[in-house]
């Protein structure tokens, strides 16, 4: 996966949404992208996993 190769990358997922989401749901994008630049980042203790196919 892309975000853990990215220095402090995080990953959204957002539910209900499909490849166009900047088009779906602009101000939940604007939202995540503006905390992302101006909030600290948060601490993990678990990796995130997805189950497996």
Not at 22 to 31: G, I, R, V
Request: hydrophobic share 45%.
């Amino acid at each position: 996966m892309l975000y853990r190769a990215i220095p402090d990358a995080e990953l959204a997922v957002v539910p209900g949404a499909s490849h166009v989401l900047l088009h779906e749901k602009p101000a939940l994008c604007a939202q995540l992208v503006g905390d992302f630049l101006t909030l600290p980042a948060s601490l993990t203790y678990l990796p995130v996993r997805r189950r497996g196919r």
